[in-house]
């Protein structure tokens, strides 16, 4: 794994953009227009702050608000679409946003991690020594083998142990949370080698430091 290559890599595009949908059908009438207005997302110790108001949808006589979903700057609205009708799914416009150290952070980690994926959609949990071993001393401390079991699905009231098949290792990074589903084919749990435990820590430290937020 390149750190520089990686890095350069999300310096050269540190943004997404991210198509802004009508959720149902209806009128559609924008409330902002201009291309580079700034956006924020939901906000507040817990998301109880809506985003910027977009554009409204109104569908029998009941105006419903689009809102920005995450911080960024307004890229392109479609204009044409003002005063009409569309259906739901119909792209209005795309916000820019900007990538946070930590997105950058974990799209890294992605790359370099070995992803133990779920096998089916279900909730997912830790055996019990394993979580107590995380609370007790974090993620890290958990060292992982091919064959050992560590995880309970639970499915349609049944629950089944899981065993880990994947490199040696240790514990990296956690992708679930207690009493969420989790669909088939999402990573559960990310797995560095121990060899490799100092150059992902160099990443994650290049990044904090290096990486330029953007309002």
């Given at each position: 794994?390149?750190?520089?290559?990686?890095?350069?890599?999300?310096?050269?595009s540190?943004?997404?953009l991210?198509?802004?949908?009508a959720?149902?059908?209806?009128?559609?009438d924008?409330?902002?227009?201009?291309?580079?207005?700034?956006?924020?997302?939901?906000?507040?110790a817990?998301l109880?702050?809506?985003?910027?108001?977009?554009?409204?949808?109104?569908?029998?006589?009941?105006?419903?608000?689009?809102?920005?979903?995450?911080n960024g700057?307004?890229?392109?609205?479609?204009?044409?679409?003002?005063?009409?009708?569309?259906?739901?799914?119909?792209?209005l416009g795309?916000?820019?946003?900007?990538?946070?150290?930590?997105e950058?952070?974990d799209r890294?980690?992605?790359?370099?991690l070995?992803?133990?994926?779920a096998?089916?959609?279900?909730?997912?949990?830790?055996?019990?020594?394993?979580?107590?071993?995380?609370?007790?001393s974090?993620?890290?401390?958990?060292?992982v083998?091919t064959?050992?079991?560590?995880?309970?699905?639970?499915?349609?009231?049944?629950?089944?142990?899981?065993?880990?098949?994947?490199?040696?290792g240790?514990?990296?990074?956690?992708?679930?949370?207690?009493?969420e589903n989790?669909?088939?084919?999402q990573?559960?749990?990310?797995?560095?080698?121990?060899?490799?435990?100092?150059?992902?820590?160099?990443v994650?430290?290049r990044v904090?430091?290096?990486?330029?937020?953007h309002d």
């Amino acid at each position: 794994m390149n750190v520089k290559q990686l890095l350069e890599k999300f310096k050269e595009s540190p943004y997404e953009l991210i198509d802004v949908t009508a959720p149902h059908t209806g009128r559609v009438d924008f409330v902002l227009t201009e291309p580079g207005s700034k956006l924020v997302g939901p906000h507040g110790a817990f998301l109880e702050k809506p985003g910027t108001l977009m554009a409204t949808l109104e569908r029998e006589k009941n105006k419903k608000p689009i809102r920005a979903t995450m911080n960024g700057v307004l890229e392109s609205v479609d204009q044409n679409l003002a005063g009409t009708f569309v259906q739901a799914g119909t792209r209005l416009g795309v916000i820019r946003h900007y990538l946070t150290s930590k997105e950058v952070i974990d799209r890294i980690l992605k790359e370099a991690l070995y992803l133990f994926p779920a096998p089916e959609r279900a909730k997912y949990y830790f055996i019990p020594e394993i979580d107590k071993k995380m609370r007790a001393s974090g993620k890290n401390a958990v060292e992982v083998t091919t064959g050992m079991e560590m995880f309970i699905m639970s499915r349609m009231k049944r629950e089944t142990a899981l065993t880990y098949d994947g490199p040696d290792g240790k514990v990296y990074a956690v992708y679930f949370k207690l009493g969420e589903n989790v669909e088939g084919g999402q990573p559960l749990i990310g797995v560095c080698p121990g060899e490799q435990l100092p150059l992902i820590q160099d990443v994650v430290n290049r990044v904090r430091s290096e990486w330029e937020e953007h309002d």
